[in-house]
Nanobody, 123 residues
Framework: VQLQASGGGLVQVGGSLRLSCAAS????????MAWFRQAPGKAREMLAV????????VYADSVKGRFTISRDNAKDTVYLQMNSLNSEDTAIYYC?????????????????WGKGTQVTVSS
């Protein structure tokens, strides 16, 4: 199983980025997907979850209204659109997959992880 995250980079405060996570060697539509992030010295934080069909999404309060998770099961890809970025959004962003229909609630619930992509928000 491979999850390849991309789309990170350097962006100014108030800017936007769109992260992508391409999955391979899994039956993508059998997995709920999630985005996490981890800033230096901080715990890994779950940001957004999307169910297998894409009909249900859940967000952390820290990103609600600014970030949008979506998926394209035909392309085996999950996305994270990030708007109104601020310096506190600087972190390494990870995508992760959980097999089955149960909603994941934390990092321990996830079955597979991508390697992460760095997002740096500068002022």
């Amino acid at each position: 199983v491979q999850l390849q995250a991309s789309g990170g980079g350097l962006v100014q405060v108030g800017g936007s980025l769109r992260l992508s996570c391409a999955a391979s060697e899994i039956t993508f539509n059998k997995y709920a997907m999630a985005w996490f992030r981890q800033a230096p010295g901080k715990a890994r934080e779950m940001l957004a979850v999307i169910n297998r069909s894409g009909s249900t999404t859940v967000y952390a309060d820290s990103v609600k209204g600014r970030f949008t998770i979506s998926r394209d099961n035909a392309k085996d890809t999950v996305y994270l659109q990030m708007n109104s970025l601020n310096s506190e959004d600087t972190a390494i962003y990870y995508c992760a997959a959980k097999f089955g229909g149960d909603q994941p609630n934390n990092a321990n619930d996830m079955d597979y992880w991508g390697k992460g992509t760095q997002v740096t928000v500068s002022s």
